[in-house]
């Protein structure tokens, strides 16, 4: 699913917690998400300033092997597509976000026969666009990405949690990935070495 390649962008661990163990929890920040995503799916397809929109559409690719769907899809004059994803959060980079868009250009290339060269990131907090140029850097990068998504989840491994503490801030699984007992490795020797042993007088 395109989704889990998002995940997996953000966080390895993330991605097998929810892809492999089928372990997901809301927080704030995914509610808001959701109700935001809601709003688009609600919305009917049609044309709009003579432009038409199609929302929720259906991706595919057999090359990645990658399926989900789009929140929103302009169609340019020549029949080129427009990507357009919607975020709940304030107009900033976020390397995630474009992964996710580069995924969705992907199916829609190989569905449509066309060349995109951009699409856009629309962020409901600030509701303006952000535009995602499609260079060969992200493509590439995005590639990659699917790749070692569809291995590890092949693999059936957990990865260990990510180095960055400040993804698992906003994260709505911390509590199921525990990240700071996992990465404590002394700790975690410790308990194994002394759990089980039996202490004081039988």
Known sequence: MLSALQHYSYCPRQCALIHQEQTFTDNVFTVKGNLAHK?????????????RVERSLPLYSKTYQLTG???VVEFLEDGTPYPVEYKQGSRQKKMHDDVQLMAQTLCLEEMTGKTITEGAIYHHKSHRRRVVHITNKL?????????NTHKLIASGKMPVPTEDRTLCRGCSLRQNCQPDMIANTDRIQQLHQHLFKPTGDE
């Open 139 to 147: 493509r590439q990068h995005t590639i990659q990405l699917i790749q």
């Open 69 to 71: 769907k789009a929140d």
């Open 39 to 51: 709003r688009v799916d609600n919305a009917a397809s049609g044309f709009e300033n003579g432009v």
